[in-house]
């Protein structure tokens, strides 16, 4: 089985969790097993959003456990950008595991969507998917499946 990990920072944007959940379902599909790596807030979000544990089995913080990363620990990095540290941690996530990686950037102003994208592009190689959203989780959604379409 796959190993990919998924990067989650502040949750401010109500995208976020549901876009979680979608892509931990999704990625399970393809026979990954799901870490998720989250703020305390984050985490907390995605405990009272799925309290069964259906889609959110692992999840570590996301401080704590980049002393203990490793290369190629994880097949997949999936990063959700949209804030600067969020890009900042997807950005030191990627140079340590140095594994396939998609970010999830989005955002509500053009203006910081295109500096946090922009961002990713100049320090990675991964894969971009960038969308103005913010409240609305679809057009977040309907660039992954596009994504992940190229995953199989």
């Not at 309290?51 to 997949?76: A, F, M």
């Not at 998609?102 to 053009?110: G, N, S, T, V």
């Amino acid at each position: 089985m796959k190993k990919a990990l998924l990067l989650l920072g502040c949750p401010e944007s109500p995208s976020q969790t549901p876009m979680a959940i979608y892509a931990s379902s999704k990625l399970s599909q393809l026979d990954y097993e799901i870490t998720i790596a989250s703020t305390p807030a984050a985490s907390k979000l995605l405990e009272v959003s799925d309290p069964n544990g259906y889609y959110v089995k692992d999840k570590i913080d996301i401080d704590s456990c980049l002393s203990t990363l490793e290369e190629k620990q994880y097949d997949l990095l999936l990063g959700f950008v949209s804030k600067d540290a969020a890009a900042s941690y997807f950005v030191t996530f990627y140079h340590i595991l140095q594994t396939e990686s998609i970010a999830l950037i989005f955002e509500k102003d053009p203006d910081v969507l295109e500096d946090l994208t922009k961002t990713v592009e100049e320090n990675t190689e991964g894969k971009i998917v960038s969308v103005k959203a913010f409240h609305n989780p679809n057009p977040i959604k309907v660039r992954f499946d596009k994504i992940l379409a190229e995953l199989k």
